[in-house]
């Protein structure tokens, strides 16, 4: 029987804020960040929602390493327009409320940013991005600002961007991938909630354990459950608001379509009117011309050189 496991989003806000749990979250940052990770604390941040209206089921960990680093995990169940401004906030307001009055500069904590996100954000082809600052010549851009001696003693980094925060965004949805290394068992798990017996991700093996749905109480199962059901009736809202959207597009579409083929139907039925209008004048005029010349006693083939008509034209006026 295949074991059901609890949602990544649900387990970061309510399990895996115990410190014999931060094994899965270290296991999630080390793969992303190439790095050995160690959580040494989570500090206060505005994740503690327990309700559905709050947030809309966003869920902030602010945690910090053992190199006094500072990790923003966030979760996006529902679309927003303003994600990336979002993202740059989370990361700036990490820093000024951890900086205390009269802090050198040098206090500045470095910050990974890593939103996890169930809904298309941006447009690329792949599930996962990566975003930081780099400082390059404007002369020759194979050229990347580094620090002094000094600077990388005391800072233990070696080029001016590696003090800037960076960014990753994990689209789960357009994992479609079989997963083979690390980070794709561990992005197919966040978009399945499915670990397989054979998965070699570090921290997935503690999850298996810790994140199982049949070790959640009766009360514990009825408050998840209701999570469920609300990320459910998110994504049916934001169905219908597209069909709708969608619908309407089609209709305005139709209607501008209508209103511009009668304004070309009508353009175009003046421009053949008058077209219509200037032949049948110059035949009128031909005939009045031909009319002349026959009272005149041409003869008709002197009348059909001055006028263009057919001699049987000329014969019946």
Same mark, same amino acid.
């Given at each position: 029987?295949?074991? @059901? ?21 270290? /296991? ?5 960040? /190439?790095? !050995?990770?160690?959580?040494t604390?989570?500090?206060?941040? &505005?994740? @503690?929602q ?39 906030? %989370?990361t700036?307001?990490? #820093?000024? *409320?951890?900086?205390?009055? %009269?802090?050198s500069?040098s ?6 940013? #890593? @939103? #996890?996100?169930?809904?298309?954000? /941006? ?28 600077? +990388?003693?005391q800072?233990? +980094? ?7 925060? &960076?960014?990753?965004?994990?689209r789960?949805?357009?994992? $479609? +991938?079989?997963?083979?290394?690390p980070? $794709? ?5 966040? !978009? ?10 570090p921290?997935?093996?503690e ?5 199982a749905?049949?070790n ?18 998110q ?13 309407e %597009?089609?209709?305005?579409g ?9 304004? *070309? %139907?009508?353009?175009?039925?003046? !421009? *053949? /009117?008058? !077209? ?8 009128e005029?031909?005939? #009045? ?9 041409f ?6 050189a ?5 001699? $049987? ?5």
């Open positions: 029987m295949e074991t @059901n496991y609890i949602r990544f989003d649900w387990a970061v806000k309510k399990l895996l804020r115990q410190k014999a749990n931060y094994v899965v979250l270290e /296991g999630l940052l080390t793969v992303l960040l /190439g790095e !050995k990770i160690i959580i604390s989570l500090l206060e941040s &505005e994740s @503690n327990d309700t559905y209206d709050d947030k809309f089921n966003r869920v902030d960990m602010l945690a910090e390493n053992d190199k006094g680093e500072l990790l923003i995990i966030e979760i996006q169940n529902t679309r927003e327009v303003a994600y990336f401004h979002r993202m740059i906030y %989370g700036s307001k990490a #820093i000024s *409320e951890r900086m205390k009055l %009269g802090d500069y206090e500045v904590r470095k910050v990974y940013s #890593i @939103n #996890i996100v169930y809904f298309e954000l /941006g447009q690329g082809k792949d599930y996962i991005y990566h975003g930081k600052t780099e400082f390059r010549s404007l002369h020759d851009p194979t050229e990347v600002l580094i620090l002094t001696s000094s600077q +990388k003693k800072f233990q +980094k070696e080029i001016v961007g590696d003090l800037f925060p &960076e960014y990753y965004v994990i789960v949805e357009e994992f $479609d +991938k079989i997963a083979v290394d980070l $794709d068992q561990w992005i197919s798990f966040l !978009k399945t909630s499915k670990i397989p017996e054979n998965v070699t991700a921290g997935l093996k999850a298996r354990k810790i994140m749905l049949n959640m109480s009766e009360n514990e199962r009825a408050t998840y459950e209701k999570h469920l059901d609300n990320l459910r009736y994504r049916s809202v934001l169905e219908t608001q597209k069909i709708e959207a969608r619908e %597009g089609l209709e305005e139709r209607e501008a379509g209508l209103k511009e083929g009668l304004k *070309e %139907g009508l353009k175009e039925g003046l !421009k *053949e /009117g008058r !077209k219509e209008g200037r032949k049948e004048g110059n035949a005029q031909k005939c #009045i011309v031909a009319k002349k010349a026959k009272a005149l006693g003869s008709n083939k002197q009348i059909q001055l006028t263009d008509l057919t001699i $049987d034209e000329i014969e019946l006026l």
